[in-house]
Every structure is written in structure tokens, then in C-alpha cells.
């Protein structure tokens, strides 16, 4: 009976703990409003780095060279391309005055990941303001640019955006969206708390000079990912972040076809989170540690006979309706859709599936950005 009521004493907590993440932390997000912008016009030097994307760069460059507004220029990286990655942009060229071409030939990129060429572009890039994103992303609106760069102040370095995946049928799809979805509501609700720790570079902007003041990527230049959240877990202070959140500020990819594409990708985000600052590698991880031992103690429960039994499905039934409020309420912000009723199976996918990534990152490396 003493180790039941221990049992349960412990899954409560650990459930209060959850309930506390979500209507204290996740709620940020959820309750948050727009605000109406100062509009100010700065000038916008969009930075995308290039390694074999000609047929991304043939069908996104277009969305982006018709953006509507009135200073911007376009940074292309041609990072040892082999396909006609070289010949599409010097056509592109001779169209959009505002492109620049930056080439980066074999054997110069020693650590063959994407923090030399994006640095390439980042130098290369004449404005103050950076956005940078993937060849494979295409802008939601022709107002991209423009939503994104209203968001900064003089007090702004830092703005992160999100980048959706396309939705597609399939399983693997709706588990990919999910996957994101719940990143980004992570990655925003922290920064409205002051306490930003990632952003994705599909859609992320900061300034030029900020990337000067902390020496770029120069900390982890060895480390082939992190270009965009061990940089941000650098850079970011309590008040010089800001998130777009508006439809128009969005990116679309495609998202990887199979389960094994999908996994090498993932392998290769969870590769930088151990070198976060330990504030943020505590927060999240105690998240991650009580979401585990809610689910566990749940189940181990369910086969005690005790007298608690009522208390304890009422506080699973709790933290379950918690979890669907906000991910429903977060859907409707990022305008995706079809994923509530799977959310529920799709955690607990991801409780089983993370740490086989976190073990294979210990036993193999991915050494390609691309």
C-alpha cells in the first residue's frame, strides 16, 4: 500500500508538473496576439544556400524575386553544385537584377557542412536585415519579406519564423507535420517568455550585425548542423526576440518521402541539443523526463488495485484534455489541420522513437548537410 500511494504521489506530480508546462509555458503561444506593426521599410538581403537544387531554385526563386517590396536583394550560395545549379542562377541573373551569386568551388568547405556557405552568403549580403531560408521553401505570400522584417524594432536582433511542411496523405505526413507543429510551439513559447533557445533556418531572420557581434558560427564551426539553434541559443537575449506568426510570414517545403529520409533528417536536429545552455537543457529536458514518467507510472497504476484509482485517471483525463487544447489551439495558429485526433498516438510515438535517434547519433554521424 506505502509503495502504491508512493507510486501515486509521484504521477501526480509529475502530472501537475506537465498541466503546469502547458497552461504556464505553451499557453504563451496560444493566447498570443499580434500586434499591430510600425511599418518601416529597411532593406532586406535574403540569404539561401545551394548544394545540387536546381529544380528547387527553378520553382521557388520566382516566389521569392516577386515579393512585394521595395528593397531586397537575393543571396544565392552555390555551395560545389554538379548539376546546372550554375547555369539556372546566371539565367536567373540576366532576368532579376536583384540576385547575387556567391560560388563556393570543391575543396574549400573543410568540414563539408552548411555553416561555411551560409556564412559565405551572410558576408556577401550588402543589408543589415538577414532572412534566410532553404532552396527547397517557398514563401506563403508575396508579402514574405514584408511580414517577416515588420516584426523588427530597435530593440529586435532576432525573428523567428515558421516553416511548414506541405501536407500530403499518409501517415508519415500527418507525423511530420505533427512533429513540427510541436517544435515550433516549444521554440515560440519560450521566446514569448524571454527565454529563446532555437529557430529553424527554413524561415528565420536576425541581423547582420548580430551575427558580427558573436563572431558567427565560429563557437561550433566543427559541428556540421546548428547553424540556426546553437547560433540562436547564442545570440538570443530575455528582449531582442520577436516570433511572425501571421499566414503570411510562413515557408512550405516538401517533406522528406520516406521513413528513412525522414529519420537521417531528424538524427541530424538532435545532434546540437547537448550543447544548449543548461538553463534550456533543463527546461526542456524536464519536460521530456516527467512526460516519460507520467505515462509510465500511468500504465504501472492500472494494474495496482488501490483506492486512488479514480484520482488517478482523473488527472491523466486532466493533462490529456491540457495537451488537446493546445495543440488544437496551436493547429489554428499555424493553419494546419487533420492532426488533433492523432496527437494523442503520435507523443507517444515520438517517447519511443527520440531516443532511437539520440542512441544512433551516439554510435554513427551524419557528416552531410546535404
Known amino acids: 500500500m506505502i509503495q502504491v500511494d508512493l507510486l ?3 504521477f501526480i506530480s509529475c502530472a501537475l508538473i506537465q498541466i503546469v508546462y502547458y497552461w504556464c509555458v505553451f499557453s504563451r503561444f496560444v493566447f498570443y496576439k499580434k500586434k499591430d506593426e510600425h511599418i518601416v521599410l529597411n532593406p532586406v ?3 539561401i544556400c545551394a548544394r545540387n537544387e536546381y529544380h528547387n531554385l527553378k520553382k521557388n526563386l520566382p516566389f521569392i524575386f ?11 550560395v552555390n555551395d560545389c553544385s554538379e548539376d546546372d545549379t550554375e547555369y539556372l542562377l546566371k539565367k536567373f541573373a540576366e532576368k532579376y537584377p536583384n540576385l547575387k ?7 574549400v568547405n573543410f568540414f563539408s557542412g552548411k555553416k561555411f556557405p551560409l556564412s559565405v552568403g551572410i558576408k556577401s549580403a550588402k543589408n543589415e536585415i538577414l532572412i534566410l531560408t532553404d532552396a527547397d521553401c517557398c514563401p506563403s505570400s508575396n ?11 530597435n530593440n529586435t536582433e532576432i525573428v523567428l519564423g515558421y516553416g511548414a511542411y506541405e501536407s500530403t496523405p499518409g501517415i508519415l505526413n500527418k507525423l511530420i ?10 521554440y515560440f513559447s519560450y521566446a514569448l517568455m524571454g527565454q529563446a533557445y532555437m529557430g529553424v533556418g527554413r524561415n528565420l531572420s536576425y541581423r547582420k550585425s548580430l551575427f558580427y557581434k558573436n563572431k558567427g558560427f565560429t563557437e561550433h564551426y566543427k559541428i556540421r548542423s546548428g547553424d540556426d539553434d546553437l547560433f540562436i541559443n547564442k545570440a538570443a537575449t530575455k528582449n531582442n526576440v520577436r516570433i511572425a506568426i501571421h499566414p503570411e510570414s510562413f515557408t512550405y517545403s516538401k517533406p522528406k518521402a520516406t521513413f528513412r529520409e525522414w529519420f537521417y533528417q531528424k538524427k541530424r536536429h538532435f545532434s546540437t541539443s547537448h550543447l544548449y545552455k543548461f538553463k534550456h537543457k533543463f527546461l526542456l529536458g524536464l519536460y521530456s523526463l516527467t512526460q516519460y514518467a507520467f505515462y509510465l507510472l500511468f500504465i504501472i497504476l492500472l494494474f495496482k488495485i488501490n483506492d486512488n484509482i479514480l484520482l488517478v485517471v482523473s488527472m491523466f483525463m486532466l493533462r490529456l484534455l491540457s495537451s488537446l487544447f493546445v495543440i488544437k489551439k496551436t493547429m489554428k495558429k499555424l493553419k494546419e ?13 515520438f517517447m519511443l522513437l527520440n531516443p532511437i535517434i539520440v542512441f544512433s547519433n551516439l554510435v554513427s554521424k551524419n557528416n552531410k548537410w546535404k
Not at 516577386?66 to 544565392?76: K, L, T
Not at 489541420?337 to 510515438?349: C, D, M, T, V
Open 177 to 186: 507535420r505533427f512533429d513540427t507543429i510541436t517544435i515550433a510551439l516549444q
Open 45 to 47: 538581403s535574403v540569404v
Open 101 to 107: 551569386i556567391a560560388t563556393i568551388y570543391n575543396n
Open 143 to 153: 508579402k514574405w519579406i514584408e511580414t517577416i522584417q515588420n516584426k523588427f524594432t
Open 8 to 10: 501515486t504521489g509521484l
Open 337 to 349: 489541420q487533420n492532426l488533433l485526433l492523432f496527437s494523442p498516438l503520435f507523443e507517444i510515438i
Open 66 to 76: 516577386e515579393q512585394v517590396y521595395p528593397d531586397f536583394e537575393v543571396v544565392v
